[in-house]
């Protein structure tokens, strides 16, 4: 079992930027940041395939940076340039070890953390 702490949400500015964390509590696989607005189904932002590199989505692209620190099992997730679009709640999932594929469909993920909220005002 894997749990999942996020932090970092809050509210903000257009334009302004966000460092949203993601704290595992052991190691896994298919790290990923999702997102869900109200009334929206939740999606795909940034995914850590197995060979390191992220897949971001292309809304995403150029604005949102993830990176990982794996001493601290931490995953992070920089927003940039942030648009009142951007205005949900964050999810930090993974999957098992054992997990081949890292996908964007949410329900592949078995661990979530219980999200933070992201608010940008216009």
């Known amino acids: 079992q894997v749990q999942l702490v996020e932090s970092g949400g809050g509210s903000v500015q257009a334009g302004g930027s966000l460092r949203l964390s993601c704290a595992a509590s052991?190691?896994?696989?298919?790290m990923a940041w999702f997102r869900q607005a109200p009334g929206k189904e939740r999606e795909a932002v940034a995914v850590?395939?197995?060979?390191?590199?992220?897949s971001y989505v292309d809304f995403v692209k150029g604005r949102f940076t993830s990176s990982q620190d794996n001493a601290k099992r931490t995953l992070y997730l920089q927003m940039n340039s942030l648009e009142s679009e951007d205005t949900a709640m964050y999810y930090c999932?993974?999957?098992?070890?054992?997990?081949?594929?890292?996908?964007?469909?949410?329900?592949?993920?078995?661990?979530w953390g219980q999200g933070t909220q992201v608010t940008v005002s216009s």
């Open positions: 999932a993974a999957r098992p070890l054992w997990s081949v594929v890292c996908s964007r469909d949410p329900s592949d993920y078995t661990f």
């Open positions: 052991a190691i896994a696989r298919c």
């Open positions: 850590i395939l197995n060979h390191g590199t992220t």
